[in-house]
């Protein structure tokens, strides 16, 4: 029977993916925000599909992908994206804005409760306020802010982007769009003819004169205000415009652009709660832009599949359950565990795969474009170093260092998502398409060799130091794992870097300039070679192989995000001050770590209880082995 577990195990997860990944069923007489949500519109210079608009907006205002109502319910992000865009006297109600600072609270004269959320129409009152409070927050470094400087800086932001978006498509208050773009294009004749009658001094109809001002009026203020840019250009060569825009330019073609007057009547349409006529219009639109625009159309489908599938999230379930299972092998049924571990984690690791390759094909450039995808380059790299480790050794550890660093750079990859979209436009810097597949990719593969290396040390020093699990043979796994890992992150740390002083010379004309995140490369190397010859010359055995491993954790962290949040160099694009205390308090773990494996080996509980050797004593004449 336990030859089948880890098949049953595969199974049953398997089944839970795959119905996950099954598409939503059509729910009848409803408004279908699926296909909605597909429609391409160009934003922050990438065609997306409106889904993922609506994901990024409220991820950005609200912390989350989803919004619960004070009536319990559940909102999808395109649900409301629709209210935002159609209905905006009910989406000012949705308790969107996250304020907990207690300033930001008192500056309206409300009291501290257990309410986080509140909606735009409760700040409506004090846009003004908030509006100057911002611009003298947004004046300073983000370094010298206070905690209510930050707060109201990100309320103002969120409220402006709020504003924008109810203002992408139509102005907001519009009640009949599609009757009055027709009444619009009607009297541009008529208004054209008052126009020359004017300047020729003759008699006009000033009423339609002064209709068609009105209404060019307000479509100058759509195209200022709005976030999206819903409306692509027919020509090949031509640039996406806002539906302002368009409009404006409507006044010389003589007619309105199909996608404008499509997106007036799903408006109308939704407004009236005709869902017949919001479905047909949506249809008719998707048409027109698989006919027209077959490129935008495809990857705009692609991305919300991979929108709808979240497969990082599925690998982080995958790879947590993996982690458990690969520890309770040390404890019990060892090749039955560590079996269901391997392939769990091969399952995980194809999801994984999977979303790293959407995400390039839909950016069009090599894994490794920003911080977000770092981290999910950093540990997919990772897990597949650790599976072949379990593959040499079959003794669970590779599974568990899989497992551990997979969720755990997942869930910092999950939490660098909150500034939005992931797949923006590249920095200046990493503009570069051949740099970004050698030097990027290099550098994090050293980042992602050196963390699983910090990794199997932790598990060496907390088996040793709490457990009675660390036989000689899996004390010499570990070392003999740990060593070679080190060798693997010095050769790829120090190609990385060298091909990272080349990308220098031909960008900014200099090698080295002792930039923050040049420093931080070259310390990677330093400590891997001060590892590696003091392994050779002696002066460590295991323990201390490991503790300067655990060391590395520190190096390599401060590496990755300590230099960027310095604030100076040219490489201080990833900022982010919520990061500074979790990457205090890793570092000070794997100080504490390091203190705990100072403690005398004759006080390991592995070697206190069970008599064993240590490590050290067998390695006295041969420190290298």
């Not at 692609?302 to 709808?308: A, C, K, V, Y």
């Not at 899989?402 to 500034?419: D, Y």
């Not at 310095?566 to 205090?584: D, R």
Request: proline letters at 4%.
């Amino acid at each position: 029977m336990k030859r089948f577990v880890p098949l049953i195990v595969l199974l049953v997860m398997a089944g839970w993916i795959a119905e996950n990944w099954m598409p939503p069923k059509p729910t009848n007489n409803a408004v279908d925000l699926v296909r909605f949500g597909k429609i391409p519109v160009m934003v922050g210079g990438r065609a997306k599909p409106l889904d993922t608009v609506a994901r990024n907006s409220l991820l950005i205002i609200h912390g989350k992908q989803e919004l619960i109502l004070d009536n319990g319910r559940t909102l999808t992000a395109t649900a409301g994206f629709a209210d935002v865009l159609f209905h905006e006297s009910t989406a000012d109600q949705y308790p969107v804005f996250h304020i907990q600072n207690d300033e930001v609270l008192g500056l309206f004269g409300w009291e501290q409760s257990q309410r986080k959320y509140f909606s735009f129409a409760e700040f409506s009152p004090f846009l003004k306020q908030i509006e100057e409070q911002g611009d003298q927050a947004d004046k300073l470094e983000a370094v010298q802010r206070s905690a209510f400087q930050s707060a109201i800086l990100n309320l103002r932001n969120g409220l402006v982007l709020y504003q924008r978006l109810k203002n992408s498509v139509q102005l907001e208050g519009t009640a009949h769009f599609a009757a009055e773009l027709k009444n619009y294009i009607s009297t541009i004749p008529g208004a054209a003819k008052a126009a020359v009658q004017a300047q020729h001094g003759e008699n006009f109809d000033r009423s339609e004169l002064n209709a068609v001002a009105e209404l060019i009026q307000k479509y100058e203020k759509i195209s200022e205000l709005a976030y999206v840019l819903a409306v692509p250009p027919i020509e090949p060569s031509g640039e996406w415009r806002s539906v302002g825009d368009s409009l404006l330019r409507s006044v010389v073609a003589g007619e309105i652009h199909p996608v404008v007057v499509e997106y007036a009547q799903i408006g109308d349409a939704y407004r009236a709660n005709d869902h017949r006529q919001f479905n047909q219009h949506v249809d008719a639109l998707i048409n027109w832009f698989a006919k027209e625009q077959p490129n935008a159309t495809k990857r705009a489908s692609f991305e919300f599949l991979f929108n709808r599938l979240q497969p990082f999230t599925q690998s982080m379930a995958l790879y947590i359950l993996a982690f458990l299972l690969a520890c309770a092998s040390w404890l019990g049924w060892s090749r039955t565990l560590n079996r269901s571990a391997f392939l769990l984690l091969l399952l995980a690791l194809a999801i994984h795969t999977f979303g790293l390759g959407s995400r390039m094909y839909l950016q069009e450039r090599p894994p490794v474009t920003n911080l977000y995808s770092s981290a999910i380059f950093i540990g997919w790299g990772a897990v597949i170093v650790a599976l072949i480790l379990e593959r040499i050794f079959q003794d669970g550890i590779g599974a568990a260092c899989a497992g551990a660093i997979g969720f755990v750079t997942l869930i910092i990859a999950h939490h660098l998502a909150g500034s939005g979209d992931t797949l923006e436009m590249l920095q200046a810097v990493l503009d570069t398409n051949i740099w970004l597949a050698t030097h990027v990719v290099a550098i994090t593969t050293g980042y992602s060799a050196m963390f699983l290396a910090g990794m199997l040390a932790i598990i060496y020093i907390v088996r040793g130091v709490f457990t009675r699990s660390l036989k000689k043979q899996t004390a010499d796994s570990l070392a003999r794992m740990t060593y070679g890992v080190v060798c693997f992150a010095t050769l790829f740390s120090f190609v990385g870097t060298v091909l990272g002083g080349i990308w220098a010379d031909q960008s900014w004309g200099r090698f080295w300039g002792w930039d923050p995140k040049e420093n931080g490369a070259v310390l990677i190397v330093l400590w891997c070679a001060i590892i590696l010859h003091a392994r050779w010359g002696g002066f460590i055995r295991q323990r201390g192989l490991m503790m300067m491993a655990v060391f590395g954790n520190i190096v390599t962290s401060f590496s990755w995000f300590g230099v960027n949040m310095l604030g100076v160099g040219l490489h201080s694009y990833g900022f982010m001050q919520k990061a500074f205390p979790w990457l205090l308090g890793f570092m000070i773990s794997q100080l504490a770590l390091i203190t705990i494996a100072t403690t005398p080996l004759e006080q390991w509980r592995s070697f206190r209880e069970t008599g064993t050797p240590s490590p050290d004593e067998n390695l006295a004449t041969d420190p290298v082995a």
